[in-house]
């Protein structure tokens, strides 16, 4: 069977900075910070819910996280201004690199999986609004789980969904919390370094492979699968 290829969505092929636009006219020069600080809080969120098993919507988290955010910068949003800020995050657009490199993948025959914290109906509409969803066999979200990444059992989940071996599967990540996870259950990993300033946790974890865009990954990955084929 060709090697499986399973992909984050946010920050990986989904830019959310580019929710920094839709911002500034919500919250005007503040926009970076605020865009920054919601990311950075969406995701430290899920974290806690994971480890307290409070599971809620990946929205809970982002709402939540949007209010932390702009009460922390003295942004005040109405109830309609926070539901367009919402919308925002449902319409962001792909990285550049993602349609081609998607494009080579599939025309290397290799199995391509979405896996997501967000939930499944709505990572569908995010890559159909970014024009991705027919890329993929499958949208996999941990709301089957009702915990969030790294908790081990949604990469369980996800190997018994893909129907291989957690060996044989490659996930592709921007988030090294992710990676790591991945990793710790037995997946291949690539980490996708999206800023080239980006440090890599030093957990004595290192992924598979490590690109700075999905550019030449089909080859990479084939590369690295026939090399540990030869060991």
Known sequence: M?????FDVYGTLI???SVERALGSLVGPKSRVVSELW??????????????????????????????????NG?????????????????????????????????SKLRLFAFSNGSRTDIDALLRHAMLRESFIDVLSVEEVRSFKPDPLVYEYLVNQCEVPAGDIWLVSSNPFDVIGAANYGLRTV????????????WGVEPDLVVLGLDYIASKIQAAVCNAGER
């Open 75 to 107: 942004v005040q949003l109405s109830t309609l201004e926070q539901e367009q800020a919402m919308h925002a995050y449902t319409e962001l657009e792909a990285f550049d690199d993602v349609k081609g490199g998607l494009a080579d993948l599939l025309s």
């Open 2 to 6: 060709a090697p499986t290829i399973v």
């Open 39 to 72: 990311r950075q809080k969406q995701l430290e969120y899920s974290f806690r819910r994971g480890l307290m098993r409070e599971y809620r919507d990946f929205s809970v988290c982002t709402r939540d996280a949007l209010l932390f955010a702009c009460e922390s």
């Open 15 to 17: 830019n959310t900075r």
């Open 191 to 202: 980490w996708l370094r999206r800023d080239p300033t980006t440090i890599f946790d030093p």
